[in-house]
């Protein structure tokens, strides 16, 4: 029960930080070591679906939080080239390491101004 409440005021308190735009899409390592190409790329689910929330109008941003070791900033720089190659400008990305899991990425779109909460 204590860990329920726990959970609750962190979700109530991490609620306030990320507004109603922010969404977060994650790709995972076996996904991203497929072939890639710019037929499979739009295909993959969180890739397709955060340049289409981020299309959706507003000062968006597109934060893609990865792994930080050399690895991680690899993928992330691949991952901003094709996220420009599906008309994402490049001023609207912004890279980011330091995620818990070294087996994905997160792509984080919201409002701008919400974002430099």
């Known amino acids: ?5 726990c959970i609750l005021c962190l979700l109530l308190v991490t609620g306030h930080v990320w507004a109603n735009s922010v969404r977060i899409f994650t790709l995972s390592a076996d996904e991203w070591a ?3 190409s710019g037929a ?3 295909q993959l ?3 397709r679906s955060a340049v289409s929330y981020w299309g959706k109008g507003g000062d968006r941003v597109m934060i893609i939080r990865h ?4 690895s991680g900033e690899l993928w992330a720089a691949e991952m901003r080239d094709w996220l420009i190659s599906l008309g994402v400008p490049s001023d609207y990305i912004l890279l980011l390491p330091g995620t818990q899991a070294a ?3 997160k792509l984080v779109v919201g409002n701008r101004d919400e974002m430099e909460q």
């Open 67 to 70: 792994p930080g070791e050399d």
């Open 34 to 36: 497929r072939p890639r």
């Open 103 to 105: 087996d994905e990425i």
């Open 1 to 5: 029960m204590k860990g329920k409440a």
């Open 40 to 42: 499979v790329i739009p």
């Open 45 to 47: 689910s969180a890739i």
